[in-house]
T-cell receptor
Framework: TQLLEQSPQFLSIQEGENLTVYCNSS?????LQWYRQEPGEGPVLLVT?????EVKKLKRLTFQFGDARKDSSLHITAAQPGDTGLYLC????????????FGTGTRLKVLA | EAQVTQNPRYLITVTGKKLTVTCSQN?????MSWYRQDPGLGLRQIYY???????DKGDVPEGYKVSRKEKRNFPLILESPSPNQTSLYFC???????????FGSGTRLTVV
């Protein structure tokens, strides 16, 4: 069974600080996605990474896919209160099915 | 506006009373999926569909049924709901397998 473990589980920081969230698996993924979810709403897709070693930037957010395509990271520079939310990594399994699994999640709170 | 529409948004029902949660997408997506989200357990896939009349089980399919008679609709059916199916449910769709989903706003179901 393919699993996606995220760390840390919870993160509370001050506005202006930097942070990194990790998404790890023992399995290879063809691609990984990152989502952000607000309370009571559905997750919203932020980015897709496909190639090992790929780096994508979305304003103050930087996403990286590991060289072996087993892990990914999300780095936020100068966090703002608007970045508060649940961050989820996700990916499709490579077991011959079209199952799509989510990581355990990182709940981020940015204090003003 | 491109969207996934779920109904109802909130539902309280009694044990054993059959119910259907509807899901519709207007993006002509082939892939659709249902998830449930529970505290401490994250998002878990219930069923997914690769196209009309093609469905498969996710990680937690017990107690649920789905059908995909039309491309745009993917209803979730609970034939005999039980209290352990109390959860926040999300429908999602995608144009490409494993490349990120668009989510609906969720259905909060309470079974008493």
């Amino acid at each position: 069974t393919q699993l996606l473990e995220q760390s840390p589980q919870f993160l509370s920081i001050q506005e202006g600080e930097n942070l990194t969230v990790y998404c790890n698996s023992s399995s290879v993924f063809s691609s990984l996605q990152w989502y952000r979810q607000e309370p009571g709403e559905g997750p919203v897709l932020l980015v897709t990474v496909v190639t090992g070693g790929e780096v994508k930037k979305l304003k103050r957010l930087t996403f990286q896919f590991g060289d072996a395509r087993k892990d990914s990271s999300l780095h936020i520079t100068a966090a703002q209160p608007g970045d508060t939310g649940l961050y989820l990594c996700a990916g499709g399994t490579t077991s011959g099915t079209y199952k799509y699994i989510f990581g355990t999640g990182t709940r981020l709170k940015v204090l003003a | 506006e491109a969207q996934v529409t779920q109904n109802p948004r909130y539902l309280i029902t009694v044990t054993g009373k059959k119910l259907t949660v509807t899901c519709s997408q207007n993006m002509n997506h082939e892939y659709m999926s249902w998830y449930r989200q529970d505290p401490g357990l994250g998002l878990r896939q219930i069923y997914y569909s690769m196209n009309v009349e093609v469905t498969d089980k996710g990680d937690v399919p017990e107690g649920y049924k789905v059908s995909r008679k039309e491309k745009r609709n993917f209803p979730l059916i609970l034939e005999s709901p039980s209290p352990n199916q109390t959860s926040l449910y999300f429908c999602a769709s995608s144009s490409r397998a494993n490349y990120g989903y668009t989510f609906g706003s969720g259905t909060r179901l309470t079974v008493v």
